[in-house]
């Protein structure tokens, strides 16, 4: 059966510093893979999508950039945190359609 | 431009109860539906599907009128453990999906 992780839960992070979220995915090959980002109070807002190794695409103009070295691996970057940063990161994958799988999400508080 | 709205809530019902969410999606050409379920704190997690000839998953009631451009929810006989925020969600293509903001749903004892 597929799974998805991604780590860490939680991040404490000051302004200014770099970031680096990972997650891969097991089970499955080629999965089309997400990252999301949920803040407070508002809904899932889609930052990158990728279809295959080396393709991302990116869906907000922002201070964070995505990369997938490997079939199954996303990683989201950033060089320098802003506070806007803070919020819930949510890696998914899916094969087709629909039927988004979620990582249990890393919770960024920018300070 | 919103393209997927959902009132917040929040719902609150006693144990029992019957009640249905509604969602509004404004691109004519998403061609998938779904509703999520997000717990507190927690990653969002497939519920079911929506098919244009609605569908049933137990408790659980989804419809899509696509004249209308809404989907809903029904869930009979409402548990304390259905509290939970519920996401509907559309597909239009290009491998992406769009979430609506989430209705809150309390059941209480």
């Known amino acids: 059966s597929q799974t998805i992780h991604q780590w860490p839960a939680t991040l404490v992070q000051p302004v200014g510093s770099p970031l680096s979220l990972e997650c891969t995915v097991e089970g499955t090959s080629n999965p089309n893979l997400y990252w999301y980002r949920q803040a407070a109070g508002r809904g899932l807002q889609l930052l990158f999508y990728?279809?295959?190794?080396?393709?991302i695409s990116s869906e907000v103009p922002q201070n964070l950039s995505a990369s997938r070295p490997q079939d199954r691996q996303f990683i989201l970057s950033s060089k320098k945190l802003l506070l806007s940063d803070s919020g819930f990161y949510l890696c998914?994958?899916?094969?087709?359609?629909?039927?988004?799988?979620f990582g249990s999400g890393t919770r960024l508080t920018v300070v | 431009r919103k393209e997927v709205e959902q009132d917040p809530g929040p719902f609150n019902v006693p144990e029992g109860a019957t009640v249905a969410f509604n969602c509004t999606y404004s691109?004519?050409?998403?061609?998938?539906f779904f509703w999520y379920r997000q717990d507190c704190r927690k990653e969002p997690k497939l519920l079911m599907s929506v098919y244009s000839s609605g569908n049933e998953d137990g408790r659980f009631t989804a419809q899509l009128n696509r004249a209308s451009q809404y989907i809903s929810l029904l869930i009979r006989d409402s548990k304390l453990s259905d509290s939970a925020t519920y996401l509907c969600v559309s597909y239009s293509g290009y491998s992406t999906l769009t979430f609506g903001k989430g209705t809150m749903l309390l059941v209480s004892p």
């Open positions: 998914a994958w899916s094969r087709d359609t629909g039927g988004y799988t």
């Open positions: 691109n004519s050409a998403s061609q998938s």
């Open positions: 990728s279809v295959g190794i080396g393709q």
